[in-house]
């Protein structure tokens, strides 16, 4: 088992940033990859960006040139930096890890919410 806990969520206008971080824990040796995801309300959960454990990344289009992801293997940790947010970008995000593909990845974090909002 994996267990995943994210963090870093919250307020934040238009424009600005968040950086969003998920701790691992458990059986990290079976994790090929780890990622981002948001569910918007009325919406399906939908990939962000996804990070292997060779540290092969892959982004959503709306996404790119504004968000980051990036791992830190001897914390465990990955984190998500989102620039230039957008109203759009609200939604709950979650951390998943898979062991064999990035979606729909094996385990679940609980989510945390980001809202873009003036």
């Known amino acids: 088992q994996v267990q995943l806990v994210e963090s870093g969520g919250g307020l934040v206008q238009p424009g600005g940033s968040l950086r969003l971080s998920c701790a691992a824990s458990?059986?990290?040796?079976?994790?090929?990859?780890m990622g981002w995801y948001r569910q918007a309300p009325g919406k399906q959960r939908e990939l962000v960006a996804t990070?292997?454990?060779?540290?092969?990344?892959n982004y959503a289009d709306s996404v790119k040139g504004r968000f980051t992801i990036s791992r830190d293997n001897a914390k465990n940790t990955v984190y998500l930096q989102m620039n230039s947010l957008k109203p759009e970008d609200t939604a709950v995000y979650y951390c998943?890890?898979?062991?064999?593909?990035?979606?729909?990845?094996?385990?679940w974090g609980q989510g945390t919410q980001v809202t873009v909002s003036s």
């Open positions: 998943g890890a898979g062991k064999t593909r990035p979606y729909p990845p094996d385990y």
């Open positions: 458990g059986s990290i040796f079976t994790i090929y990859v």
């Open positions: 990070i292997s454990s060779g540290g092969r990344t």
